[in-house]
Nanobody, 117 residues
Framework: QVPLVESGGGLVQAGGSLRLSCAASGFRFDVMQWYRQAPGKQREPIATITSGGSTNYADSVKGRFTISRDNAKNTVYLQMNSLKPEDTAVYYC?????????????WGQGTQVTVSS
């Protein structure tokens, strides 16, 4: 059973929108984060949501991205609006603290977001 599955990425023009999903299986989570990794750059956290629904965003996405959760579906979403070419990256989700398997941090396959200018 795969703990986390990201989906919803794609190719979109600048100014467009996408909605990413992160489905968790086999466990309940409190804090979930969205990360992204652009080519040649380190993976960085961009959005956080707590069990109570509190959210936090990186400055680079604040005002454009919205993280939300559906506890009944055990899923977290990332609504991305006003997309820019610099948002191009592979997007991942993970709990905080992150899921570990055999002491190694687990990462799903991610979902590719490509924003054309």
């Amino acid at each position: 059973q795969v703990p986390l599955v990201e989906s919803g990425g794609g190719l979109v023009q600048a100014g467009g929108s996408l909605r990413l999903s992160c489905a968790a299986s086999g466990f309940r989570f409190d804090v979930m984060q969205w990360y992204r990794q652009a080519p040649g750059k380190q993976r960085e956290p961009i959005a956080t949501i707590t069990s109570g629904g509190s959210t936090n965003y990186a400055d680079s996405v604040k005002g454009r991205f919205t993280i939300s959760r559906d506890n009944a579906k055990n899923t977290v979403y990332l609504q991305m609006n006003s997309l820019k070419p610099e948002d191009t990256a592979v997007y991942y989700c993970n709990t905080n603290p992150p899921i570990r398997i055999n002491l190694n941090v687990y990462w799903g396959q991610g979902t590719q977001v490509t924003v054309s200018s």
